[in-house]
Structure formats: structure tokens, C-alpha cells
């Protein structure tokens, strides 16, 4: 199963699983070895799993992607999302909009095909504008000019339905951005909104939620400035907690949906179930 289905009002969610892999130690940092065992332990993981998430919003004739997998360039660890898409029953054409909650290889290369054309031929891209000013100054990637590389073939394959927001922007039909920069410059979340019910994408605050949850000290080498993505990192789980808002994320395990706890400096997971 690639997809799994969240009523939130009148909004229909899917959270569709582009694939999966395990991280090494050196993945994370703000911790020790003792501590990343002890928290497996604690969660009776054996390894430190992730999935990588995108998500499908059905509200009204909108289809909305927010972010949208690895496409090809993770191997097998990835590239499921058309089988996921054919599961939910809905065709690329037919998605309206697609939201980058940042523009790191495994959200942003099943936008593109291999020789670099939109896959969602009818869709605008919508994405911060501190996100685009980041990766198209050619003076933040002076020592390796091929890291921007992905981020500007996606932009020129959308350039002429590009949409920047603020990163607390309004997004319509019940969508709304969530600032939490430091993964990257203009990465966010987005709250979903819709009779009176309300349901989180966290974008990439947590890459191991029995590590990061339970611990949100621990950063992750993919941060571009760590201390600031911790900030975003504990803002957006104490507001998880205290308003009990139901989430997913991108990297959050299958089905990918659940609550917090506050439980002393660090939260609890509590996995709920899919409609």
C-alpha cells in the first residue's frame, strides 16, 4: 500500500509513500551513540527508519501536491509516487497545484522527468520566496556549482506558473503555510483547515520521529543552519502538543499520522489511525 486516506472537514488528504531507507549515525548530530541507542530501545526500533512523504489534497476541483518524492534519483529506496497516484486514482495532469515545502532532491525530483519536463503538466508551482531567492543565487553555491542544480531545472520547468508566497502565506482552499526555516532558508510546513478541523504537514522538522521527537536536540546533517532549525523543530511540536493537532511530515513512518505528547523536555509519539 502505497497511500492512505485523512478526512480533515471537507479537505481529503492522502499521504502517498515515495519509499523508504534507514540512516547511519553520522546522519544526526546534537547527540551520542548512547543516546540513539537508548532512544531506539525506548521505541523498540532496531534501526533508525524513514519514509519519504508527499501528499495529496483533494478541496473542491483542486488537487494539490505538496512535494512530490525522489523521481528516479534515489533508486529503489524511491520513485513510488505514480504507483501511489494510481492507488488514490488521480493522473498527473490532473493535479492543479504543487507546494515545495523545500527544494531537497528527495521533495522536488519527481516534478520533473528525467530529461527535465514538468510531470504535472497542468499544475503552478508554489513555493517561499526565500526558498527561491536561496537557490537561484549562484553566490551561496561558489564551491559546487552542481548543488543548485535540481532547484533551478524544476523552477525553469514551472517558470511560467510560479507562484512565492511568505512563508505564513495563505495558500486557499484551506491551506496555509507554516514558516520553519533552517532545514532550509524558506522551508515550511502546512496547516490544513477546514470546519472547524485542522491537520499539520511539518515539512522536514523530523527525519527519525523516535529519535527527534523524543529528543528534538538532535539535529541532522541535511540542516543548512542547525540552531535555527532547531528552533522551528521545537516551535512546531510544542504547538502539535498543546493544541493536540493531528500530523504527518515528510519523513514520518508509514501511515504517517499522529499526536504528541509533552512528556519533560522532549515529546511522545502516538500513532493514530487513517480513516
Not at 553566490?139 to 523552477?155: I, R
Request: aromatic share 8%; net charge negative; charged share 25%.
Amino acid at each position: 500500500m502505497y497511500s492512505i486516506k485523512k478526512k480533515v472537514g471537507d479537505l481529503e488528504l492522502f499521504i502517498l509513500k515515495d519509499g523508504q531507507t534507514e540512516f547511519t549515525e553520522e546522519t544526526f548530530n546534537g547527540s551520542s551513540s548512547e543516546e540513539i541507542n537508548k532512544l531506539l530501545k525506548l521505541n523498540n526500533r532496531k534501526a533508525i527508519e524513514t519514509n519519504f512523504n508527499a501528499f495529496l489534497i483533494k478541496s473542491g476541483e483542486r488537487k494539490i501536491m505538496i512535494d512530490a518524492g525522489a523521481g528516479a534519483l534515489f533508486g529503489p529506496a524511491a520513485g513510488n509516487l505514480k504507483h501511489a497516484l494510481d492507488e488514490v486514482g488521480i493522473r498527473s495532469e490532473e493535479i492543479t497545484d504543487v507546494i515545495a515545502t523545500h527544494m531537497h532532491p528527495d521533495h522536488i525530483g519527481g516534478m520533473i522527468s528525467e530529461d527535465g519536463n514538468a510531470v504535472f503538466v497542468n499544475a503552478g508551482l508554489v513555493l517561499t520566496h526565500a526558498e527561491y531567492n536561496f537557490w537561484t543565487d549562484s553566490n551561496n553555491f561558489k564551491e559546487d556549482s552542481d548543488d543548485n542544480k535540481l532547484p533551478l531545472n524544476v523552477l525553469n520547468a514551472y517558470s511560467d506558473r510560479l507562484t512565492l508566497i511568505n512563508g505564513d502565506g495563505d495558500i486557499g482552499s484551506g491551506l496555509t503555510a507554516i514558516n520553519l526555516p533552517g532545514h532550509t532558508a524558506g522551508h515550511i510546513g502546512v496547516m490544513l483547515s477546514s470546519k472547524g478541523e485542522h491537520f499539520a504537514i511539518v515539512g522536514d522538522i523530523i527525519h527519525a520521529q523516535y529519535l527527534q521527537i523524543y529528543n528534538p536536540d538532535i539535529g541532522v546533517v541535511f540542516d543548512q543552519e542547525g540552531e535555527l532549525a532547531k528552533k522551528s523543530r521545537i516551535k512546531m511540536l510544542d504547538i502539535l502538543a498543546k493544541d493536540e493537532i493531528e500530523f504527518s511530515g515528510g519523513h514520518i513512518l508509514s501511515p504517517a499520522l499522529g499526536y504528541l505528547h509533552k512528556d519533560g523536555t522532549g515529546y511522545s509519539w502516538h500513532q493514530s489511525n487513517p480513516d
